[in-house]
């Protein structure tokens, strides 16, 4: 053992010289699952609420806004990243856009009444786009920084 080093340190996880493999603990599997469960229920409620601001329209003249699309455009990328910050090097980041998608289309096109609660116009499209669109590019985005982070450099 070096002089000046305590015991408890010696071949740690975080000491260079360990050989031994760090053992995940149920703690450190758990917590960003947690959180990517979070951002899931995140993205079907901002996916209801989203739904629900389509039907704004200005009070003069009865125009569609599209608030709607502009809070998914900025929302849905939001959370792809976040569910790479808290789990990375996963599918995590599918997990908001895949649950934000499905309650759109889900509920968005079908209801036990008949017809679900999208408008058949260009609103539903432009939330859809505004969403599915933003958030795949983060996704593909995430996914090209850990493969560039991944590739280890030819030393020539």
């Not at 975080?14 to 053992?23: A, I, K, L, V």
């Not at 450190?28 to 947690?34: E, G, I, Q, S």
């Not at 229920?41 to 125009?63: K, Q």
Request: net charge negative; glycine share 8%.
């Amino acid at each position: 053992m070096s002089e000046g080093v305590p015991d408890c340190v010696a071949g740690s996880e975080g000491d260079p010289r360990s050989t031994e493999e760090p053992t995940p603990t149920p703690r450190r599997t758990l917590l960003p699952l947690a959180v990517v469960a979070l951002l899931a229920l995140d993205a079907v409620l901002l996916a209801w609420t989203e739904m629900a601001w389509l039907t704004l329209r200005t009070a003069a003249d009865g125009v569609p806004l599209p608030l709607a699309a502009a809070v998914a455009l900025v929302t849905v990328p939001v959370l792809v990243l976040a569910a790479d910050t808290a789990w990375p090097a996963s599918h995590a980041p599918f997990v908001p856009l895949a649950a934000w998608t499905l309650t759109i289309l889900g509920a968005g096109l079908w209801s036990p009444a008949g017809a679900g609660v999208l408008p058949p116009d260009w609103r539903a499209v432009l939330l859809l786009a505004a969403g599915v669109l933003p958030g795949a590019l983060a996704l593909s985005w995430t996914s090209a920084k850990r493969r560039v982070l991944t590739r280890a450099p030819s030393d020539g």
